[in-house]
Antibody, heavy 127, light 110 residues
Framework: QLQLQESGPGLVQPSETLSLTCAVS??????????WGWIRQPPGKGLEWIGT???????YYNPSLKSRVTISLDTSNNQFSLKLSSVTAADTAVYYC???????????????????WGQGTLVTVSS | QTVVTQESSFSVSPGGTVTLTCGLS?????????PSWYRQTPGQAPRTLIY???IRSSGVPDRFSGSLLGNKAALTITGAQADDESVYYC??????????FGGGTKLTVL
């Protein structure tokens, strides 16, 4: 059974960089049929896609966050990470990691949304 | 900037049928947007219900179904139950690795 677990500081100072890691167990992050994504949810609000990384390490970012976001793979530890720079109180949210099946089948693209999610971790931006 | 639209709230009677929709601020939703649907209860991570327009995720009862309805994606719940009260989100794939969430629909069963 695939499991994803977010970890990282629960409190970040304004203007600093938020760093989170998603540890994956029960499957390899280098399996070509999967992408790996980050999603966040400010308190009382909806879900927002932050970005995604392919199994080969190609990142894709939400245009509204692109200038501040970096997502990378750590294949030796079977995990992927999120860095969000210059944070403000507006970045306070529960951050989720999730798996995205994304592959080609007989030349046809298949994309299956987010099938497995971590439990989420609350990050508060405050001094 | 692409905006994915959902009803902000909806209500359904127990045992009734409700259809939630997921549209685009500009243009029509198609199968190449691979619409997916999730439900979330307070304090919990989202749970996947439907992906690729109409494929139910493992363990999801068949009273949940997905479709394209006109120029939107749709999630239909038949035989609504009290524990279907949740917020329902859709996600559309916009190509080039980009996904966009709708704002969510709060479903009340009463």
């Amino acid at each position: 059974q695939l499991q994803l677990q977010e970890s990282g500081p629960g409190l970040v100072q304004p203007s600093e960089t938020l760093s989170l890691t998603c540890a994956v167990s029960g499957g390899s992050i280098t399996t070509v049929t999967y992408y790996w994504g980050w999603i966040r949810q400010p308190p009382g609000k909806g879900l927002e896609w932050i970005g995604t990384i392919s199994s080969s390490g190609t990142p894709y970012y939400n245009p509204s966050l692109k200038s501040r976001v970096t997502i990378s793979l750590d294949t030796s530890n079977n995990q992927f990470s999120l860095k969000l720079s210059s944070v403000t109180a507006a970045d306070t949210a529960v951050y989720y990691c999730a798996r995205q099946p994304h592959y080609h089948d007989s030349g046809t693209l298949k994309h299956e949304g987010f099938d497995y999610w971590g439990q989420g971790t609350l990050v508060t931006v405050s001094s | 900037q692409t905006v994915v639209t959902q009803e902000s709230s909806f209500s359904v009677s127990p045992g009734g049928t409700v259809t939630l929709t997921c549209g685009l601020s500009s243009g029509s939703v198609s199968s190449t947007n691979f619409p997916s649907w999730y439900r979330q209860t307070p304090g919990q991570a989202p749970r996947t219900l439907i992906y690729s327009t109409n494929i139910r995720s493992s363990g999801v009862p068949d009273r949940f179904s997905g479709s394209l309805l006109g120029n939107k994606a749709a999630l239909t719940i038949t035989g609504a139950q009290a524990d279907d009260e949740s917020v329902y989100y859709c996600v559309l794939y916009m190509g080039s690795g980009i996904s966009v969430f709708g704002g969510g629909t709060k479903l009340t069963v009463l």
